[in-house]
């Protein structure tokens, strides 16, 4: 059974940064590539990071050079690191094994004064 566990989400300051997890059971992440997407109210979700299974990465223009993704395949998890935190970034995080159904439940990202 697929299971994906996002954790790490919370209320931050603009400028401030957070480190998510998804933490995964069932698959192998370095197996599988993996995304960050995110869901703001009355937007579409979108594709904020990927990461490959050679371990390359993508990341979508608005958080390039402020977010970062990558696993720890000994714990099998994958993490985004999301430094210079803009409002804009506020949004349901959530990990997906990319071209799969397999989502985690998300965690709720707030970036306010």
């Known amino acids: 059974q697929v299971q994906l566990v996002e954790s790490g989400g919370g209320l931050v300051q603009p400028g401030g940064s957070l480190r998510l997890s998804c933490a995964a059971s069932g698959i192998t992440v370095r197996l599988n590539a993996m995304g960050w997407y995110r869901q703001a109210p009355g937007k579409q979700r979108e594709l904020v990071a990927r990461?490959?299974?050679?371990?390359?990465?993508n990341y979508a223009d608005s958080v390039k050079g402020r977010f970062t993704i990558s696993r720890d395949n000994a714990k099998n998890t994958v993490y985004l690191q999301m430094n210079s935190l803009k409002p804009e970034d506020t949004a349901v995080y959530s990990c997906?094994?990319?071209?799969?159904?397999?989502w985690g439940q998300g965690t709720q990202v707030t970036v306010s004064s």
């Open positions: 990461i490959g299974t050679s371990g390359s990465t």
């Open positions: 997906n094994i990319l071209s799969s159904d397999y």
